[in-house]
């Protein structure tokens, strides 16, 4: 079907749709043989607050951005390459429901359905573009993934030394290793993990004495080492420490 629609003019005339809601702020979509599998609104669990993304499936892509006006227009674009993407379901808990993680190297974050349904056929057919670009280009899946990011509301305290309380002044950090929310001074080192930045990026101290020793792996993965109370639904991604960031 992917085939069959990849040069179709109902496919090219769907791109050029999305492609208009972004603007030119956007990055081009259309190229040949890409396809649009399908859209819908989903709610990303940000640092902040959990909040509403449009988001476009293609056959070889995941974009979404902020709604600006629905089905009109959208900003602050962002491109995932389905090559480098995992997805692992997660379980429902609170008001937070059919959710799952959508991994990558670079970013990680939860989304969440409105529905059951939603929710399988979203990672089903996530899950079958990864497939078909994976089989296509004889790659094996990445084995690496950015940390998921801990929630601000889910840390009133550093989860290091579990003793600086976040306060207006005392602010919250994020290790970019583990996703651990920390304090200033359980994070002032940095480190260059390759796959998130070309510059070294804010570790907490935890994570540096385990990537300098040698004894962690560099790469990102919060959740082996999250506590009960940070479980896999509890989790979020955030780009940096600006409030106004997504």
């Known amino acids: 079907m992917v085939d069959r629609l990849a040069n179709s003019e109902a496919n090219s005339k769907r791109i050029a749709v999305v ?40 056959n070889d892509i995941l974009v979404y951005g902020n709604i600006v006006i629905q089905k009109k227009k959208y900003n602050k674009q962002h491109i995932i390459p389905l090559e480098s993407v995992t997805i692992d379901t997660v379980p429902d808990e609170g008001d937070l429901r059919n959710g799952w993680l959508i991994k990558t190297p670079t970013k990680s974050f939860a989304v969440y359905a409105a529905t059951a349904t939603e929710k399988s056929e979203w990672m089903n057919h996530i899950g079958k573009c990864v497939g078909d670009l994976l089989q296509k280009s004889g790659k094996a899946p990445t084995g690496e993934h950015a940390a998921v990011w801990v929630p601000d509301s889910e840390a009133t305290v550093c989860m290091r030394c579990q003793k600086v309380k976040f306060t207006p002044v ?77």
């Open 170 to 246: 005392s602010r919250r950090h994020h290790c970019r290793k583990c996703g651990f929310v920390v304090c200033g001074p359980c994070s002032e080192k940095k480190y260059l993990l390759p796959s998130q930045s070309s510059k070294p990026v804010r570790v907490c101290e935890y994570c540096y004495v385990q990537l300098t020793s040698g004894s962690l792996p560099p790469r990102s993965d919060s959740m082996s080492r999250l506590g009960s109370k940070f479980n896999s639904n509890n989790l979020s991604d955030d780009e940096d420490e600006d409030d106004s960031s997504d």
């Open 19 to 58: 492609e208009s809601c972004f603007g030119a702020a956007g990055q081009p979509l259309a190229i040949p043989g890409r396809v649009l599998i399908g859209e819908g609104v989903l709610t990303k669990l940000c640092r902040k607050k959990p909040k509403a993304r449009q988001f476009f499936l293609f």
